[in-house]
């Protein structure tokens, strides 16, 4: 599901097998922040794994990446509640 952020869009892909998370996927961090476009890449996996662990969108920030951690965040929310309808 495709959100915004502080810096720009976000987008996670969630696979729902009954009813359980079996895959997170970051699709598009912010394209246009630059500072955005550096950190992205070693946070995704770390919020990825923390959704996984997790089995929802309440996984911890990663650290140093307050703003795309809230927009994957809020991207998941959004993927879950649209594989769950």
């Known amino acids: ?13 969630v696979t729902v097998a009954n009813g359980k998370i079996r895959n997170v996927q970051a699709i598009q961090y912010p394209p246009s922040d ?6 992205s890449p070693a946070a995704g996996p770390t919020l ?4 996984l662990q997790t089995r929802g ?14 927009g994957f965040a809020r991207s ?10």
């Open 48 to 51: 990825e794994r923390e959704a």
């Open 57 to 70: 969108a309440q996984a911890n920030a990663a650290s140093g990446a307050t703003f795309t951690s809230e």
């Open 76 to 85: 998941l929310r959004s993927a879950l509640a649209e594989a769950n309808a």
């Open 1 to 13: 599901m495709l959100t915004i952020s502080r810096c720009g869009l976000v987008q996670v892909q």
């Open 34 to 39: 630059p500072q955005s476009q550096q950190i």
